[in-house]
């Protein structure tokens, strides 16, 4: 039956939207990422200004205060990213698993009824079918080229900066 090479084109859809989805998610994370490190830079020019002012205990206290929040914060956005990843998985594998099981239905269905409509709008459907695919599979080349673009995979040596409370709390978190 046509069904299965309609179903394998629609499994191959949403495997698509489930890889544009990811994309968006790492968007996210990557925005996340820079959020850290402007908050990072704007935290230490202020500590730096106003260090001289404070006694010992309360640049202590204040240094504290930073790894804690931005701690909660790296952890916050990699769970966040982690789940809404983990929900994109489950998703796609479940409706993939219900496209295979239509597909399955409607092919015993034929060869109990006889009846053959089944196949034939499988077949009218086909290039529509994968027309769509096409264009969702653009859509995921570009939400990963936006993703790349976000994330500035073109990263020099002199944009490095040290290691930070915050940068130190995504790290643990990753490893």
């Known amino acids: 039956m046509q069904a299965t090479n309609l179903s394998s084109i629609t499994n191959d859809l949403i495997a698509s939207y489930g890889n544009t989805a990811k994309n968006v998610i790492n968007a996210y994370r ?89 196949n034939q709008l499988a077949l009218a459907a086909v290039p529509a079918a994968t027309a769509a695919a096409k264009l969702v599979t653009q859509l995921e080349q570009k939400s990963g080229e936006l993703v790349s673009k976000i994330a500035g995979d073109s990263v020099t040596a002199a944009t490095i900066k040290r290691a930070t409370p915050f940068k130190q709390a995504r790290a643990r978190k990753t490893a």
Do not use: C, H, I
């Open 30 to 118: 990557a925005g996340g990422d820079r959020m850290v490190d402007f908050l990072e830079q704007r935290w230490d020019s202020a500590f730096k200004e106003s260090s001289p002012q404070l006694t010992a205990e309360v640049r202590q206290n204040a240094l504290n205060a930073q790894k804690v929040l931005g701690s909660y914060y790296a952890k916050g956005v990699a769970m966040t990213t982690e789940g809404a990843e983990s929900v994109v998985d489950k998703f796609v594998k479940f409706v993939a698993e219900g496209v295979e099981q239509v597909a399955a239905n409607a092919s015993r269905f034929e060869e109990k009824t006889g009846v053959t409509a089944l």
